[in-house]
């Protein structure tokens, strides 16, 4: 399973950005989509996730600014940043949970590679 995450960039203080990460491979079903970050010097953080059923929980520094979405047409999953700040400076990365064959039912996770947002003026 291979995540490819895009949309990462220069964006000045109280802008927006819509990261998005496409996922590809072998999935039978995908349980969560989530959006992790890592700041420099900091420990990498879960901003929010989304459930197959669509259900979203975001960290509290982003709730009303951050919103995630997907289309399980395209196994892909979205986070649109509104209101960006300094401290949104990280390089995101996505993560899926998801199982891959139908008769096995263990659940597994991958990751993306990263893409780096800076927030500056």
């Known amino acids: 399973v291979q995540l490819q995450a895009f949309g990462g960039g220069l964006v000045q203080p109280g802008g927006s950005l819509k990261l998005s990460c496409a996922v590809s491979?072998?999935?039978?079903?995908?349980?969560?989509m989530g959006w992790y970050r890592q700041a420099p010097g900091k420990q990498r953080e879960l901003v929010g996730h989304?459930?197959?059923?669509?259900?979203?929980t975001y960290r509290d520094s982003v709730k009303g600014r951050f919103t995630i979405s997907r289309d399980n047409a395209k196994n892909t999953v979205y986070l649109q940043m509104n209101t960006l700040k300094p401290e949104d400076t990280a390089v995101y990365y996505c993560?899926?949970?998801?199982?891959?064959?139908?008769?096995?039912?263990?659940?597994?996770?991958?990751w993306g590679q990263g893409t780096l947002v800076t927030v500056s003026s």
């Open positions: 993560n899926v949970i998801y199982r891959a064959l139908a008769h096995d039912a263990r659940t597994l996770d991958a």
């Open positions: 491979g072998s999935i039978f079903s995908i349980y969560a």
């Open positions: 989304i459930t197959s059923s669509d259900t979203t």
